[in-house]
C-alpha cells in the first residue's frame, strides 16, 4: 500500500511540474523598417506597396512599452503598446498587440509574427480573411 502511494504521489508530482509554463509572445524591440503593404482585393500597380513603387520610407521603433512611427524620416504617430497571446477562430494561439496613440483617445489591435527578420501584421492571423498584411524587417 505504501509503494502504491508513493508512485501515486510520484506521479501526481510529475504530471503538475510537466504542466506547460505561459506562453510570452515574441519580442518587438527593436528598429523595423517596411517592405511592402499587401492590401487584399485590391489590385493594381501599387498592391503590394512597396518603398520603391510608393517613393515612401516606413519605420517603427519598439522599445519595452513604447513605439515610433516615422514616415521619410519624420515622426507622424507614437504611443505605447502591450502584448498578449490571443487565440484565432482555430484556437490556436496568436500574437495581439494592442498599441495606444500619444495625445489620441483611440487604440487599436491587430495581430503580429515575427519569423527571423520579418515582422508581420495582419488581421488574417486572427482567421479572418480580406485584412492584407504589412511586412518589416529588422534593422
Known amino acids: 500500500m505504501k509503494k502504491k502511494l508513493t508512485i501515486l504521489f510520484l506521479a501526481i508530482t ?3 511540474s510537466c504542466k506547460k509554463s505561459n506562453i510570452s509572445p515574441p519580442i518587438l524591440v527593436g528598429n523595423w523598417n517596411w517592405i511592402s503593404t499587401f492590401n487584399d482585393g485590391a489590385p493594381g500597380p501599387l498592391n503590394p506597396s512597396t518603398p520603391i513603387n510608393s517613393g515612401m520610407t516606413q519605420s517603427l521603433t519598439f522599445t519595452n512599452n513604447s513605439w515610433v512611427l516615422k514616415i521619410n524620416n519624420l515622426i507622424v504617430e507614437s504611443g505605447t503598446y502591450t502584448t498578449s497571446i490571443a487565440k484565432n477562430l482555430l484556437g490556436e494561439s496568436i500574437n495581439r498587440i494592442g498599441y495606444y496613440k500619444t495625445n489620441s483617445p483611440t487604440d487599436s489591435i ?8 520579418t515582422l508581420i501584421f495582419s488581421y488574417d492571423l486572427s482567421g479572418t480573411v ?5 511586412a518589416y524587417i529588422k534593422n
Open 110 to 117: 491587430t495581430y503580429y509574427s515575427i519569423t527571423r527578420d
Open 130 to 134: 480580406g485584412s492584407g498584411a504589412s
Open 14 to 16: 510529475i504530471s503538475i
